[in-house]
């Protein structure tokens, strides 16, 4: 298996809240809905740094192809981390969460480890940490 | 917000187990567990692509510094992809999870849109998709 990651992809409740939050609110850029020939198929993807593409996939759909049940959200299941360059751009990405609507759970502040971020929460519960 | 994401961290119960699992049954490059030195410092990096790492990080280290509760596992949060280049990969690379003790949910098949996949669940029942 070589090291590589090609898609993140997050189940979601609400698909159209997801892209309203992710496209509008975060400026993550995207074709939109797609897939919706398919039964279970709707789907979003956000264009990342090249090789890497963020999805958003209703969680109900992911239980379905993937054959298992369906389960309650886990916030602590997963973080997103964004490292940006300075304190300044931390405090700016947070900001811009807070206005998309993200709940802010941990303002940006000094971390244990010496350096300086913040989580958010998108509108199912995961976890973004924007890190310097 | 630059559309960029750098690392993925993944909420485990068992640090060493998972790093058994990623290290020795997946062979993904690491150093090993870091942080020790504080509490609820310890953690795992994986290195992928350029500019994007993989992580593992307890749950209850997870819901501690970002100060939210604990969660039970919720195997619908988040799908993570790999894109290969041949259905023959794409069985290798599900032959080698399943032999590091993966479980594999979904043996590699044809997809509703077209390609070839299958799921395994890593030991914390996180869904890897193998996709061609």
Redesign the interface.
């Known amino acids: 298996?070589?090291?590589?990651?090609?898609?993140?992809?997050?189940?979601v409740d609400d698909l159209n809240r997801s892209l309203a939050f992710y496209r509008d609110g975060?400026?993550?850029?995207t074709q939109g809905i797609i897939?919706t020939e398919?039964?279970?198929?709707a789907v979003a993807f956000?264009?990342?740094?090249p090789?890497?593409k963020?999805?958003i996939?209703p969680?109900d759909s992911?239980?379905r192809?993937?054959?298992?049940?369906?389960?309650?959200?886990?916030?602590?299941?997963?973080?997103?981390?964004?490292?940006?360059a300075t304190t300044q751009e931390v405090d700016a990405?947070m900001a811009?969460?807070g206005r998309a609507g993200a709940k802010i759970?941990?303002p940006a502040q000094a971390t244990?480890?010496g350096g300086y971020a913040g989580?958010f929460q998108d509108p199912d519960d995961?976890?973004w940490?924007i890190?310097e």
């Open positions: 298996m070589k090291p590589r990651i090609t898609v993140i992809t997050l189940g975060l400026g993550l850029p897939g398919f039964e279970f198929g956000f264009d990342l740094q090789g890497l963020l999805a996939w969680c992911i239980s192809d993937a054959g298992i049940g369906k389960f309650r959200h886990s916030p602590t299941e997963i973080t997103i981390g964004h490292n940006v990405v811009q969460a759970v941990k244990f480890w989580y995961h976890l940490e890190v």
